[in-house]
């Protein structure tokens, strides 16, 4: 089972007991705003995703994780690592991503999480390049991926919605 830990969270696989936090969080609209065109998600579909997301640790060896905040046992949202089928342009990929309750922003959970998911991609699973992509005008995912080191790429436009993109990349060093 792979997990990772940082000073405050777990990054872990997905259980049973994580789909009603799970779809609690793709429940707010204000969550969701940044995600697709912005619909957010039922019981079900976050019932799908999880499955969907733990069939991508089976079948690439990695996937986003569940983050558990250690010191209440809070599921916080996910981070890690994913295969960005959604910007065919930008295939070959794997994007770093993440989604965290409301009650989780601000305290720099995020940022230390994909941080984690980072060191995890570039140096446990060997990746010489990852992405992150975000919708223009979401500033806390950009200010995120400064943190971490990338530097934006290009700028794009969501195939399905119309919406514009901008995609990070940061690469291992040698």
Same mark, same amino acid.
């Given at each position: 089972?792979?997990?990772?830990?940082?000073?405050?969270?777990?990054?872990?696989?997905?259980?049973?007991?994580? =789909?009603?936090?799970?779809?609690?969080?793709?429940?707010?609209? *204000? $969550?969701?705003?940044?995600?697709?065109?912005? @619909?957010?998600?039922?019981?079900?579909?976050?019932?799908?995703?999880?499955?969907?997301? *733990?069939?991508?640790?089976?079948?690439?060896?990695? /996937?986003?994780?569940?983050?558990? $905040?250690?010191?209440?046992?809070?599921?916080?949202?996910?981070?890690?690592?994913?295969?960005?089928?959604?910007?065919?342009?930008?295939?070959?990929?794997?994007?770093? /991503?993440?989604?965290?309750?409301?009650?989780?922003? /601000?305290?720099?959970?995020?940022?230390?999480?994909?941080?984690?998911? =980072?060191?995890?991609?570039?140096?446990?699973?060997?990746?010489?390049?990852? $992405? @992150? $992509?975000?919708?223009?005008?979401?500033?806390? @995912?950009?200010?995120?991926?400064?943190?971490?080191?990338?530097?934006?790429?290009?700028?794009?436009?969501?195939?399905?919605?119309?919406?514009?993109?901008?995609?990070?990349?940061?690469?291992?060093? @040698?």
């Amino acid at each position: 089972m792979t997990s990772l830990r940082t000073p405050r969270l777990t990054l872990r696989r997905w259980r049973e007991d994580d =789909l009603d936090a799970m779809a609690a969080i793709n429940a707010d609209p *204000e $969550v969701m705003r940044w995600i697709g065109d912005g @619909s957010v998600r039922d019981r079900a579909e976050t019932a799908d995703a999880i499955a969907a997301w *733990e069939r991508e640790w089976e079948e690439l060896g990695l /996937g986003l994780f569940a983050v558990e $905040v250690r010191q209440s046992r809070q599921l916080a949202g996910f981070v890690g690592l994913s295969v960005p089928r959604f910007l065919p342009e930008i295939l070959p990929a794997v994007e770093l /991503g993440w989604r965290l309750g409301r009650s989780f922003w /601000g305290s720099g959970l995020a940022t230390e999480a994909a941080r984690a998911a =980072l060191h995890f991609a570039l140096r446990d699973r060997g990746l010489a390049r990852v $992405v @992150s $992509v975000h919708t223009v005008g979401n500033d806390a @995912s950009e200010q995120i991926m400064r943190k971490l080191g990338m530097r934006r790429e290009r700028e794009t436009t969501h195939p399905a919605y119309g919406l514009p993109l901008c995609v990070h990349v940061i690469e291992a060093r @040698s």
